[in-house]
């Protein structure tokens, strides 16, 4: 499947599900290295797309991102995507919410969320430095965060973040800031429910499954580890409207992000959610 097949079917059904046929299957000592080699190919056709910063957001981001489904399922991965439909007719932009597994899903929430809106994510001031991924990066105009002071980055993304919605784009937060393998509500903060509030614009949860790559043991990165048995899941929920109280807003998007996670945990039988993923109790002005 190309990129505008798999465009297609994702508009029309808001689903996909890897075919058997394009799932590889690999000596386990080859994945890593090859999978490897296959993203050092996506950072750098991003790198030479991106010096053109207009062209790439436009034009090339998401078939870009495609190229990253393409590399787990040749790596012998197999990726299943729902509930994007619900994006069909909906009032966008929006802020999307997500929990944050891994550095797979910054490009592989690309070619699954451009189809239907303009976007771009809330992310660390640091990442625009970054060697080759820092023209990537700032290609993207995202909202951008210290991680030093709570209250300065609360303000900088009310401030900024508005003003990108205004100009008719889209918002991804990752909520938790540090990426986790196993989700905990106590590390999700509201500050997607926030934005969302003061830009007067709805809120839409996604639940991401990325542990196909796993954080290294000794260094984040450089030594992540593939996990082809580990199914890449996305689903989309429905979007929340803007007039819907702030703490209520953030109780369903970890209610969405919890129940599809422990879903997907009974179905493919490996921990998606820790221990002491406990959902707060309704507000009593959504009761």
């Given at each position: ?116 809106t303009t976007y771009t994510y ?166």
């Amino acid at each position: 499947m190309d990129w505008p097949a798999f465009e297609r079917q994702l508009t029309e059904t808001g689903a996909y599900e890897t075919p058997p046929g394009n799932r590889a299957r690999l000596p386990r000592f080859l994945e890593k290295r090859l999978f490897r080699l296959r993203m050092a190919r996506v950072y750098y056709h991003a790198w030479r797309a991106s010096a053109d910063p207009e062209a790439y957001v436009s034009r090339l981001w998401a078939p870009n991102g495609y190229e990253v489904v393409q590399a787990v399922e040749r790596t012998g991965g197999r990726i299943a995507v729902e509930g994007f439909g619900n994006l069909r007719g909906a009032n966008l932009p929006a802020v999307f919410v997500s929990n944050h597994v891994s550095s797979l899903e910054t490009y592989l929430v690309a070619p699954l969320l451009l189809p239907f809106t303009t976007y771009t994510y809330v992310l660390k001031k640091s990442l625009v430095k970054y060697p080759v991924l820092g023209r990537v990066i700032r290609a993207l105009d995202p909202v951008p965060v210290g991680r030093k002071s709570p209250m300065e980055d609360l303000r900088d993304v009310l401030q900024h973040g508005t003003e990108t919605l205004r100009r008719g784009r889209s918002v991804v937060v990752f909520p938790q800031g540090t990426r986790q393998r196993l989700f905990d509500p106590a590390a999700f903060n509201s500050i997607g429910a926030k934005l969302a509030r003061r830009a007067g614009v709805p809120v839409v949860p996604l639940c991401l499954a990325t542990d196909f790559l796993r954080i290294g043991q000794w260094q984040r990165d450089l030594f992540a580890t593939v996990h082809p048995e580990s199914t890449v899941r996305a689903a989309c929920g429905e979007p929340i409207p803007p007039d819907v109280p702030q703490a209520e807003v953030q109780r369903r998007c970890l209610g969405f992000i919890t129940s599809t996670l422990a879903r997907w945990e009974a179905l493919d039988g490996r921990p998606m959610l820790a221990p002491a993923a406990l959902l707060p109790p309704a507000p009593a002005d959504a009761r």
